[in-house]
């Protein structure tokens, strides 16, 4: 299958980042060429995403990163969830009329501790090889001196101005005289910069136990908010085993509980025994299949998952095989699954950054970064310039339900980051924004490359579609598809019960997709990055 494509993968032989902005992907590629590992490229570009793409990224959100060694070529997960504070509790919301917790504000803003800096510490330590402050020198300057404001992010700042106006802080950061900013102006966060600053200076500690640990403290503290100093230094990254599973020959890793990265090996073991290869991409059965499977491995998520440390989340086996089987009885070729025989939750509304690097020593980082909602919380805490996530608001507030809010518990995280290998050699560095959807992109990707014998980039640019919701006004299982697949498989789908929401040839909605392939043989990289976003793929 040929797709025509607005740019060619991206080749390089010594080193590749790839990311949603040009700018952060080549402040990566700065550190690689300096002498840095992968950890160090992603670390740069997570950091100068922070201050350039605020919509999606802050230092005061969550983070979940895989990671190959170049020299063993074993694949390490590290999370950075963020725990809710010791004095959350489901009681304490109800007591207060609360039937869920909001999205916004100074509530969803402190629940949780931000858990990203403690991973950039962690990978540093294990793998980086420049000092943080160098890794840290380019969103410095740019949150310092002023960061260049994008079509993209002018037109988000104007889309949530009611939601950034509510807060002073933010309002005086993001509004800067009561106005939007125009494409190409200067924001500049010179607090942030100094939070920044003491991050690259005493690591972990600069964040967790300092000042800046404090100031958030008292910040909560006075505005009726959850965490406090001693929720920061209790909050730790965590080293653990990534899933596993296989498609089409290739094994196929991602990000563990309390993360849905089960669901993406779901929905492949589903599609395995379907000839997706012999049906055309973009018509209505190959579609169709794809969709079903989306929908029972979704509820099997929304039934088991949340902190693996809270109890018990069966991936094993909803990741084997024998499940598979079992659960594929239920696709019907010719009719939509009914939603309230297999429902699912959550929503596809949802901010999110991905990157991918790696260096020449073949090391490479899958990193996914989030705030959760646009602008997270819409809260920017104080003095220190942080933007505070609202992923605290994933927690259900049925204490019957795995994902329950308790103190300690990292909620269900949407964040999920892929790696594949090849007779024992990696592959592919592989994910994407976009909430519920970030398991559909992937999958759309995985079964291009595969499948249909796609290149990186033709596999991102492809026509996507997305199932799920985005408004309260929305069906559960809304079908939305970009205008590029042809009328006549829409008209099929509908046929078939789904329910469709057409979208014009190109929506952001569909979600950022980045992702780097290795040939096994040679170490070659091609890189590509998703034309929906500022991003670039660019490599030495």
Not at 6 to 30: K, Q
Not at 369 to 395: K, M
Request: some cysteine; hydrophobic content about 40%; proline content about 6%.
């Amino acid at each position: 299958m040929n797709i025509e494509t607005g740019r060619p993968p991206t080749p390089a032989v010594n080193g590749l980042v790839t990311s949603p902005h040009s700018l952060a992907s080549s402040a990566g590629v700065d550190v690689l060429r300096a002498g840095g590992s992968a950890v160090d490229a992603a670390i740069a570009t997570s950091a100068v995403l922070a201050v350039l793409y605020p919509h999606m990224t802050s230092i005061g959100g969550d983070a979940f990163w895989l990671i190959h060694e170049g020299a063993t070529g074993d694949i390490n997960y590290l999370s950075g969830g963020g725990q809710a504070a010791a004095t959350a509790d489901i009681e304490w919301f109800r007591t207060r009329g609360h039937t869920e917790i909001p999205l916004e504000g100074v509530l969803p803003a402190t629940l949780t501790v931000p858990g990203a800096l403690a991973s950039w510490a962690a990978a540093h330590e294990r793998y980086g090889r420049l000092p943080l402050a160098r890794c840290l020198e380019q969103a410095i300057a740019y949150a310092r001196d002023g960061a260049p404001v994008s079509a993209r992010v002018a037109g988000f700042i104007e889309l949530f101005r009611g939601k950034l106006a509510a807060h002073p802080d933010t309002s005086a950061i993001f509004l800067p005289g009561g106005e939007v900013p125009r494409a190409g102006a200067r924001l500049a966060n010179p607090n942030l910069a100094r939070s920044m600053e003491a991050f690259a200076r005493d690591g972990r500690a600069g964040f967790y136990e300092g000042e800046v640990a404090r100031a958030l403290s008292r910040f909560a503290e006075a505005q009726g908010g959850f965490f406090r100093e001693g929720d920061f230094a209790a909050q730790q990254a965590r080293w653990e085993a990534p899933l596993v599973g296989t498609y089409r020959g290739l094994e196929i890793y991602n990000t563990p509980a309390p993360t849905q990265g089960f669901t993406v090996l779901s929905m492949l073991n589903l599609l395995e025994p379907f000839d997706l290869g012999g049906m055309p991409a973009f018509g209505p059965d190959h579609v169709h299949l794809l969709v079903q499977a989306k929908q029972l491995a979704y509820h099997d998520r929304d039934r088991y998952l949340g902190d693996p440390r809270f109890g018990d989340v069966p991936v094993g086996r909803l990741i084997s095989k024998a499940h598979a089987d079992e659960r594929r009885r239920l696709i019907d070729p010719s009719r939509a699954l009914a939603w309230d025989e297999v429902p699912s939750y959550g929503s596809l509304s949802g901010d999110t950054v991905y990157m991918a690097a790696v260096d020449r020593d073949g090391n490479a980082v899958s990193l996914i970064q989030s705030i959760y909602g646009a602008f997270g919380s819409g809260v920017v805490a104080g003095d220190t310039g942080i933007l505070l996530q609202n992923r605290g608001a994933y927690f259900t507030l049925d204490p019957d339900h795995p994902n329950a809010l308790q103190p300690g518990k990292v909620p269900l995280h949407t964040l999920i980051a892929s790696m594949g290998k090849r007779d024992g050699k990696l592959w592919s560095v592989l994910g994407c924004m976009g909430a519920d959807g970030q398991p559909q992109i992937q999958l759309q990707a995985y079964v291009g490359l595969l499948d249909h014998g796609l290149d990186i980039q033709q596999a991102l640019e492809a026509p996507r579609f997305l199932s799920g919701r985005f408004g309260l006004g929305e069906s559960r299982d809304t079908l939305h598809m970009e205008g590029r697949f042809p009328d006549a498989t829409m008209d099929e789908l509908a046929r078939r019960g789904h329910t469709l929401d057409r979208w014009a040839d190109w929506n952001e909605l569909a979600g950022h997709a980045h992702g780097i392939l290795i040939d096994p043989e040679t170490g070659y990289l091609q890189g590509g990055s998703d034309p929906r976003s500022d991003g670039a793929a660019i490599g030495y």
